[in-house]
């Protein structure tokens, strides 16, 4: 069994990651997830909260029940961080050390495995300054895993599409080779 946190940024492909987390719990894994402010306008912690069966973590001065810090409790037991979908913006603030909110504080405080699972416009993507972030990342020794080409969902056909949701499972329980 392992622990896993999902993070999930504002981006349309939010509604794939409760295919991810529902997998991962009938996998028979712990799941904690973490959603940025902007996540929430398009799905609901409800949804995560009923699927993860556990509660969601989506804002980082809410009051809490137990005394620990929670962004260091979890980045603790953590064995896996995946960001997904990861928006160019979340991107952009990990790779600039940026740690304003819940996802972004957790993710520094973690010393586990870290998957960036991108999704986003393709002009988005192909920006280099995007490109840029990954690459910075990759070097940090993050898991930047690769685009679907197809239709986006603003109608663009391009690269920038959430990788298929059970790749990305498949991904997630696999041990990291080094
Ligand atoms: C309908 C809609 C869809 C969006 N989809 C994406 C997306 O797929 N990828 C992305 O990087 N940003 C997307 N954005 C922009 C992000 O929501 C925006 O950059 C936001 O600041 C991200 O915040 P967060 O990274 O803190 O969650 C979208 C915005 C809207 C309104």
Known sequence: MKSIVIGISGGIA?????????????????VDVIM??????FVTPLTFQTLSQNKVIADMFAPVDTWDVQ?????K???VF???????????????GIADDMLTTTIMAATCRKIIAP????????????????RKLRNYGYEVLDTDSGRLACGDIGAGKLL?????????????EN
């Open 82 to 96: 995946v960001v997904v979908p990861a928006t160019a913006n979340v991107i952009g603030k990990i790779a600039g």
């Open 164 to 176: 298929q949701w059970e790749k990305i499972v498949e991904i997630i329980l696999k041990e990291k």
């Open 71 to 75: 962004h260091i409790s979890i980045a």
């Open 119 to 134: 999704a986003m416009n393709t002009a988005m993507w192909e920006n280099p300054i995007v490109q840029d972030n990954l």
């Open 14 to 30: 939010c509604y794939k990651t409760a295919e991810i987390v529902n997998a991962l719990v009938k996998k028979g894994h712990h």
């Open 36 to 41: 940025t402010a902007n996540a929430q306008k």
């Open 77 to 79: 037991k953590a064995d």
